[in-house]
């Protein structure tokens, strides 16, 4: 059974950048598709990016195309949310989910077995 734990949520002015991380324990953590979703107050939760066992990443929320990137270190066990020129409208708890990929690509499925805690962002000046 995998384990995730997220780290790197704060409170960042608009404009600017925030990494989170999220840490995998478990059997081979490397063999998980891992996405990011957020939560923001009084939303549904709603995907943000997913990146495979392989390295390809799924964009989930076309808002964050072109500020936010997903990247995985395999070594560490710890995919990472790298958010730029961030909004007051990306407040929100980040959560990261699991789910085990065989042959097929399971970002596109969006359906997680394994999830963290959350990390909270708070976009604010």
């Excluded at 107050?41 to 964050?64: F, H, K, Q």
Aim: aromatic letters at 10%; a neutral charge; one cysteine or more.
């Amino acid at each position: 059974q995998l384990q995730l734990v997220e780290s790197g949520g704060g409170l960042v002015q608009p404009g600017g950048s925030l990494t989170l991380s999220c840490g995998a324990s478990g059997p081979t953590p490397e063999y998980y598709a891992i996405a990011w979703f957020r939560q923001a107050p009084g939303m549904e939760r709603e995907g943000v990016l997913c990146i495979g066992s392989s390295g390809r990443s799924t964009v989930y929320a076309d808002s964050v195309k072109g500020r936010f990137t997903i990247s995985r270190d395999n070594a560490k066990h710890t995919v990472y949310l790298q958010m730029n020129t961030l909004k007051p409208e990306d407040t929100a708890v980040y959560y990261c989910a699991a789910v085990f990929e065989g042959v097929q690509a399971m970002c596109a499925m969006g359906r997680f077995d394994y999830w963290g805690q959350g990390t909270q962002v708070i976009v604010s000046s």
